[in-house]
């Protein structure tokens, strides 16, 4: 009843009043480069959504006025050998037809940090093919596989530049996917490497961007899962060596992760580095279809049933997401946005748009593997929050701060 109620009573933004034209907001990444407020995620693509599917979502994506498309060379997740590289290889069939649309389209990629696997690494050139299984080839942050990794991703992508290159997550260890306490093992290594000796530093980082750039291949550079230290480094360090600055920081904030609002949220608004959000809707965990009685609380009812979503299908990936604390949290989430007559989604992405940091300089990736979702999710990036519902809201934060962190601790 709520899901038809909450449908009933809201009227889509998406379009202007006379129903021609799209409205979607624009913004300035570091003030320098313009792309829509909505950036459409792509991790599912090649893994929850077919190739057919993918080419739907962006066509609606820029029919509706967004253009900012967000993907890496790791995905599909849960990433793997067997599907690695098939989002940008989807990505890439659009753009071979309709070359003229790239001009339409801000793409944006990663190139992985370390992780203890070959099969990143080794697809990234045919000659590599027989390290998929080495462990010992894993993928890092140098210069020289900064350099491949890029050459690849435009080779699947199908296209001759990328409007925004991000380091995946860190070379050096640091506290990630999660994890908010900074506590490196006594003999060295990574997050992700155990064991990790040699790393590159953030000189041969900058410079290998700044060669990329030099050459046409890449216009701007990001940096995402990064610290206040992390994102002061690379600033002073491409100042230094003449690079430009990197516009963009990605990185998990939600109703259920707000680390980022303290002390790297001066920081990034001092340097003028953007923030990209991602996981706003803590992998669907806050669009109540893991919560008993909010599993139907949607505009996209149809495809938001649990059963076929991606924690029941992959329970091991990123379970942070869906833990007992986030749990909580979220049953009061679903609740005020019952409140208000908005979806557990609106109520999730139009309180990310209502930060600062985010209003009129930073985006919001959504992600969705149908085009009702994706509907639902552009449309709640156009909702403003009252006062009354923005103070709810930090009411339960106070009593339940980032649940969505540290859950290894309590295992």
């Known amino acids: 009843f709520f899901g038809l109620l909450a449908r009933a009573l809201y009227r889509s933004p998406l379009m202007a009043p006379n129903g021609d034209k799209p409205a979607a907001k624009r913004v300035l990444l570091g003030g320098k480069a313009e792309v829509s407020q909505c950036c459409l995620g792509t991790m599912t693509w090649g893994e929850q959504n077919t190739e057919a599917e993918a080419h739907e979502q962006i066509d609606l994506f820029l029919a509706a006025g967004g253009n900012f498309v967000d993907t ?24 071979k037809a309709n070359p003229e649309r790239r001009k339409d389209m801000f793409l944006a990629t990663k190139v992985a940090g370390p992780r203890g696997v070959g099969w990143i690494r080794a697809n990234r050139r045919p000659e590599y093919k027989d390290k998929v299984d080495d462990e010992s080839f894993a993928a890092a942050l140098s210069a020289e596989q900064i350099a491949e990794a890029c050459d690849a991703s435009l080779k699947r ?3 001759d530049y990328l409007d925004l290159y991000q380091l ?3 070379e050096r260890y640091a506290a990630i996917f999660g994890k ?5 093992p006594a003999d060295g290594g990574h997050a992700l490497v155990q064991g990790k000796k040699e790393f590159a530093s953030m000189e041969e980082q900058v410079k290998a961007i700044g060669e990329l750039i030099k050459a046409g291949k890449v216009r701007h550079w990001g940096l995402s899962n990064e610290t206040s230290y992390g994102v002061c480094m690379f600033v002073q360090t491409a100042d230094r060596l003449g690079v430009p600055r990197p516009v963009s920081i990605q ?7 707000r680390r980022f609002e303290t002390e790297l949220a001066e920081t990034c608004t001092h340097l003028n580095v953007s923030l990209l959000a991602y996981g706003p809707l803590a992998d669907g965990a806050l ?19 649990a059963d076929d979503s991606r924690h029941r299908k992959y329970p091991k990936f990123q379970p942070r997401y869906v833990g007992a604390g986030t749990a909580v949290a979220t049953v009061k989430y679903c609740e005020i946005a019952q409140s208000k007559v908005l979806s ?5 992405l139009a309180w990310c748009t209502s930060r600062h940091y985010i209003k009129d300089t930073g985006c919001v990736i959504i992600g969705a593997t149908t085009t009702s979702q994706l509907q639902e999710n552009m449309e709640a990036l156009h909702v403003e929050l009252d006062s009354a519902t923005l ?15 540290d859950q290894h601790l309590l295992e």
């Open 287 to 305: 669009s109540g279809k893991y919560t008993r009685g909010f599993e139907r609380c949607c505009g996209a009812v149809e495809s938001r049933m």
């Open 168 to 170: 995946h997550w860190p």
């Open 180 to 184: 908010s306490a900074f506590e490196p």
């Open 72 to 95: 890496a060379e790791m995905y599909p997740v849960p990433p793997a050998g067997e599907v690695i590289g098939r989002t940008e290889i989807y990505i890439g069939t659009w753009l």
């Open 391 to 405: 103070a709810a809201i930090d009411r339960v934060h106070r009593e339940n701060p980032n649940p969505n962190c």
């Open 251 to 257: 990185n998990d904030f939600s109703l259920v992760d």
């Open 344 to 348: 557990p989604t609106t109520l999730a």
């Open 157 to 159: 992508l199908q296209t």
